[in-house]
C-alpha cells in the first residue's frame, strides 16, 4: 500500500520560509513526484515536479525563484523549500508521486496523493 505523508506545514509571516517534507512508503517506483497546492475556495493547482533522477525540475511561474524542489531517494522523500513566502502562496500544500509519464503539471497524470498540509502566510 502507498502512502504519502506530508509534514512541515505551519504558519508563517510574509517574507519567511518553510520546507516541506514528504515521505513515500510502499512506492516501488514513480517516474517523477510533485507538489500541488489547493488555496481556499480554489482548484488544486500545480507548483513543483522533480523526476526520479532529479535530472529534470519543473515550477510554476509564480514560485520560480523563490521554491526549489529536491528528492533523497535513499530516504523516499521529496522536500520543497519554500522561501519568500506570500500571502497568496497560502493554501493546503499536496505531495503526488505518478508513473504513467504525460504532462506533469496536471493532476492526472499523478496515481498517487498525500493528505496534504496546510500552509498559512499571515501579511
Known amino acids: 500500500q502507498v502512502q504519502l505523508v506530508e509534514s512541515g506545514g505551519g504558519l508563517v509571516q510574509a517574507g519567511g520560509s518553510l520546507r516541506l517534507s514528504c515521505a513515500a512508503s510502499?512506492?516501488?517506483?514513480?517516474?517523477?513526484m510533485g507538489w500541488f497546492r489547493q488555496p481556499p475556495g480554489k482548484e488544486r493547482e500545480f507548483v513543483a515536479a522533480i523526476t526520479w533522477s532529479g535530472s529534470k525540475i519543473y515550477y510554476t511561474h509564480s514560485v520560480s525563484g523563490r521554491f526549489t524542489i529536491s528528492r533523497e531517494n535513499a530516504k523516499n522523500t521529496v522536500y520543497l523549500q519554500m522561501n519568500s513566502l506570500k500571502p497568496e502562496d497560502a493554501a493546503v500544500y499536496y505531495c503526488?508521486?505518478?508513473?504513467?509519464?504525460?504532462?506533469?503539471?496536471?493532476?492526472?497524470?499523478?496515481?498517487?496523493w498525500g493528505q496534504g498540509t496546510q500552509v498559512t502566510v499571515s501579511s
Open positions: 510502499g512506492l516501488t517506483f514513480s517516474n517523477y
Open positions: 503526488a508521486a505518478g508513473g504513467r509519464g504525460g504532462d506533469v503539471t496536471l493532476r492526472l497524470s499523478y496515481d498517487y
